[in-house]
């Protein structure tokens, strides 16, 4: 007889679980949301650098070319890179890189990137190496 009168606790117990799997929690950032939704809490956060990137007004172009020499003291390499059709004819030109793209770097290295012009310097960012020398 003692299992029927715990069965009305079942569904309290239930609904603890389900709050602490993120059921609006009723926090400042949910109160305006319906109740049921899940805790704004327990959301993914988008990932800021890329959104970041992409709303800074900078204009970018894909880039592919080949590194032809790394310049570590002008945290700099020089890249033959392929035409950007409606930008940039072939040429050779030397872009500024974060710290560890120019650790990695390596003169032969055939990379894709995006290109921009940032103040007084043209930048490669998402350097991705596609072949070895
Ligand atoms: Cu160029």
Same mark, same amino acid.
């Given at each position: @007889? /003692?299992? %029927?009168?715990?069965? &009305?606790? *079942? +569904?309290?117990?239930?609904?603890? *679980? $389900?709050?602490?799997?993120? =059921?609006n929690?009723?926090?400042? #950032? #949910?109160?305006? !949301? &319906?109740k049921g939704t899940?805790? #704004? #809490?327990?959301?993914?956060? +988008?990932?800021? &650098? ?7 007004? %900078? ?17 700099? *390499? ?5 035409? %950007? +059709?409606? $930008? @940039? /004819? +072939?040429?050779?030109?030397?872009? /500024? ?13 055939? %990379?894709?990137?995006?290109?921009? !012009? ?9 350097? =991705?190496?596609?072949?070895? &020398?």
């Amino acid at each position: @007889m /003692k299992t %029927i009168r715990l069965l &009305p606790l *079942l +569904p309290l117990a239930a609904a603890a *679980l $389900f709050a602490a799997e993120g =059921k609006n929690c009723g926090c400042d #950032c #949910c109160k305006d !949301r &319906p109740k049921g939704t899940a805790c #704004c #809490c327990f959301e993914d956060t +988008p990932a800021a &650098p890329a959104a970041a990137a992409a709303n800074d007004g %900078i204009k970018r172009h894909d880039l592919r070319g080949v590194v032809t020499n790394v310049y570590a003291d002008r945290s700099a *390499l020089l890249v033959r890179h392929e035409e %950007i +059709p409606g $930008f @940039m /004819k +072939p040429m050779t030109m030397l872009f /500024k890189v974060d710290a560890a793209t120019l650790q990695a770097a390596r003169k032969g290295q055939t %990379i894709t990137a995006r290109m921009s !012009r940032q103040g007084n310097d043209w930048v490669l960012e998402d350097v =991705k190496v596609v072949a070895q &020398p």
